[in-house]
């Protein structure tokens, strides 16, 4: 199976400070999206990003920003001056055709 | 982007029961994908719902358990057989996102079904 692995459970982090979420993907495809989600207590799935296997330009969203290195087979998740409301657990995902792989998912909680 | 409505949103069963969740999607899509989140777990697919054919079930998930109805293009449901408390999860209807060309934009989920077997 092609996994995506997320190393970090849990990470806690006091508000304002950055804190970055790690992703690592296994992929034989040569074509293959790659996401990150919020899951917030309430239990929705969140989009947050996309990136496909062509577009290796890291982008800045507000406090968001995503570094994808497709050498590394990694696709990593900085959120900036972190709030309390950032706290939810955090999956990284790779789809192709429509179905997605996700990883275990990194629970952040920021603390006030 | 498309509306998904999931029902219901919660419920508490007993043992050796079954539930249907619904999925109802507000375009057609080709697709639609079930998974299930166990407590504290990450989101495994189920299966995928084919129109007009039978369900292609992942490794580990089998029809008997895990019956699937495709009816038509915007409407599918889950049905847990014969439940035990092992089946508490979140279960989750998906619909993949497509841009040109057929391009996964997203992937969009429907609000969960929160179930509990006791």
């Known amino acids: 199976a092609q996994k995506v692995t997320q190393a970090q459970t849990e990470i806690s982090v006091v508000e304002k400070e950055d804190v970055t979420l790690d992703c690592v993907y296994e992929?034989?495809?040569?074509?293959?999206?790659l996401f990150w989600y919020k899951q917030p207590p309430s239990g929705e799935l969140v989009f947050l990003i996309r990136?496909?296997?062509?577009?290796?330009q890291n982008e800045i969203s507000g406090r968001y920003s995503w570094n994808f290195q497709k050498s590394t087979s990694s696709f990593n998740f900085t959120i900036t001056a972190s709030q309390v409301v950032d706290s939810a657990v955090y999956f990284c995902a790779r789809t192709n055709a429509g179905k997605s792989t996700f990883g275990d998912g990194t629970t952040l909680t920021v603390k006030p | 982007s498309a509306v998904i409505s999931q029902k219901p949103s919660r419920d508490i069963c007993q043992r050796g029961t079954s539930l249907t969740i619904q999925c109802q999607v507000d375009?057609?899509?080709?697709?639609m994908f079930w998974y299930r989140q166990q407590p504290g777990q990450s989101l495994t697919l189920i299966a995928t719902?084919?129109?007009?054919?039978?369900?292609?079930?992942e490794s580990g998930f089998v029809i008997d358990k895990f019956p699937i109805s495709r009816p038509n293009l915007t409407f599918s449901t889950l049905t847990v057989s014969n439940m035990s408390p092992e089946d508490s999860s979140i279960y989750l209807c998906?619909?993949?996102?497509?841009?040109?060309?057929?391009?996964?934009?997203?992937?969009?989920f429907g609000q969960g079904t929160r179930l509990t077997v006791v």
């Open positions: 998906s619909v993949p996102g497509l841009g040109g060309a057929g391009v996964d934009t997203e992937a969009f």
């Open positions: 992929t034989r495809d040569t074509t293959y999206y």
């Open positions: 719902a084919n129109q007009g054919s039978e369900a292609t079930y």
């Open positions: 375009s057609q899509v080709t697709m």
């Open positions: 990136r496909n296997s062509f577009d290796e």
